[in-house]
């Protein structure tokens, strides 16, 4: 019977390894003593090659970011954080001041997850009031919050929100006084002249006491304004140099818009 040599010969396709696949092979294969040594004689056959040392993990031996590592840090127990105040505070700051550096085998670490967002002033002043008034005017507290403009005055009236919630007026009111009696002193006024008592109202209670800067800023803040110095002393019967005094008082201690800057 004849045989067909094809079929006892089967040509098979032997993969060889490139040199630098070998070379790869070898140099996995070496301890860290002699990897270490080899490196040494490259560099010393080799002037043109530089020695880039990273510091890394003395635990995994991942790269360090600064003077920490990322993959071990939260393994550090809870009770050695609390016992080190001091290496607290370090530890934020490093976080603070290191620049991000990417990995390509792990998510990149973001220290922003572990700030804690800062809260508003809007959200502050209807927390502490939602937390001073009853449940059922806590609705209520985020409209009046939310009429706030940018320096702080209320922008709506009384009527407004007795319609709007149907509630009685001495509830708005009462809500009112509250948001009035938080900081910063004169958020929640419904004009400047309101504002600028309640700022009066309260450094006289600290102790600083200007007179008749309470009648010159209910009875005559316009005129005080436009520099009627003369007019307001005469209705007064006081001197035009004590005008003068009330207005740098109120120029030094008071202003219109204190909450410019906070509300968001």
Sequence with gaps: MSMDLNQMYTPVQVQRASPQLVAANHILALSSAELQSLINKEMAENPALEMEENPVCPTCGRALQGATCPNCMPLTSSSQQISD??????????????????????????????????????????????????????????????????????????????????????????????????EPIGVGARDVRECLLIQLKYIEAQGLYQPYAYEIISRYLTQLSEHKYGQIAAQLGITGDQVHQVSDFIKRNLTPYPARGYLG
């Design 85 to 182: 105040r001091d290496d607290f505070v370090d530890e934020a700051t490093i976080w603070q001041s290191q620049p991000g550096a990417g990995s390509s085998d792990e998510e990149e670490f973001d220290p922003t997850t572990h700030v804690p967002a800062q809260m508003s002033l809007a959200e502050h002043l209807t927390l502490s009031l939602q937390a001073q008034l009853p449940s059922e005017d806590a609705q209520m507290i985020e409209y009046l919050v939310g009429n706030l403009d940018d320096d702080g005055l209320l922008r709506c009236t009384v009527d407004e929100v007795v319609g709007l919630f149907g509630v009685s007026v001495e509830r708005v009111e009462r809500a009112i006084v509250h948001l009035q009696a938080m």
